[in-house]
């Protein structure tokens, strides 16, 4: 690996993390499009979509959990959902991770295409009551619903190497009716477990690049750090506008991709 692919992995590694502290999303929603397209663009070097998935799903999880720390202070995560929907999801993670050696690359796009196009159609389903912020503590939601959705968040994510946290924060706010702000601290939470059973199955079959990923993995923690402090300063609905842009923008280009490859 060259020295200019690592520090353009790096760089990556940066804004994937800061978009997890920023908007509750573990990374995958940018990292995966970035570390697919930008590399060959800039023609520093270039990754396959299992490598990808295998870095991604590393870089998920340090961001996830750096950006749950910081968001925890803040006391937007609320502890019974992160463990309401954190071994649900943390199961599928690792049930998609672990089959996700036998799927063609192709079809591991679609899917994150598929995940990506849900996630774009859920974040313009009017919702009442998700922006106003309360004590995370004092939410009550439907366990069995969160873990649900959850666990089959877990298992897509699992396949295409992502923390599924772009799925999840919509699925949260639609589905569950939990208000933005905690969705974003406790989507970490349940990412970062998520991730760690879905980075476990990645390793075992072999889907790590080791350089490529502490290259990107250098970067995470920091980057995380600062968007959970940017995050706290944007009103919720710019939040939600930003995730928005985020996932259609990602969308667009992953069908583009998929379908004149």
Same mark, same amino acid.
């Given at each position: 690996m060259t020295l200019a692919f690592a520090l353009t992995l790096l760089a990556l590694g940066f804004v994937g993390a800061f978009v997890a502290g920023l908007l509750g999303v573990g990374g995958a929603?940018?990292?995966i499009p970035l570390l697919l397209y930008v590399p060959p663009?800039?023609?520093v070097g270039a990754l396959d979509i299992k490598s990808v998935a295998g870095v991604t799903m590393t870089q998920v999880l340090v961001a996830a959990t750096a950006g749950m720390l910081a968001h925890r202070r803040h006391r937007t995560v609320n502890r019974d959902l992160a463990w309401a929907g954190g071994p649900a999801m943390a199961a599928g993670s690792l $049930?998609?991770?672990l089959v996700s050696q036998y799927v063609h690359e192709r079809w591991l796009l679609l899917v994150f295409a598929l995940m990506v196009t849900g996630a774009a159609f859920l974040m313009f389903v009017p919702v009442d009551g998700i922006d106003?912020? *309360?004590d995370a503590r004092q939410l009550t939601f439907s366990? *069995?619903?969160a873990a649900i959705v959850?666990? =089959?968040?877990?298992? $897509?994510? =699992?396949l295409v190497g992502a923390g599924g946290a772009f799925l999840l924060v919509p699925l949260l706010l639609v589905v569950v009716g939990v208000p933005i702000r905690v969705t974003i601290g406790s989507s970490l939470a349940i990412t970062a477990l998520a991730a760690t $059973? =879905?980075?476990?199955?990645k390793l075992v079959t072999g889907q790590v690049p080791l350089l490529p990923t502490l290259a990107v993995v250098a970067a995470a923690a920091p980057g995380a750090q600062l968007g959970a402090v940017v995050s706290r300063r944007v009103p919720p609905l710019g939040l939600r506008v930003a995730l928005c842009v985020f996932i259609a923008t990602t969308a667009v280009r992953v069908w583009?991709?998929?379908?004149?490859?």
């Open positions: 929603i940018v990292m663009l800039i023609e $049930a998609g991770a106003h912020t *309360p366990r *069995p619903r959850s666990g =089959g968040v877990g298992v $897509a994510a =699992g $059973a =879905g980075f476990v199955g583009v991709d998929l379908l004149w490859r």
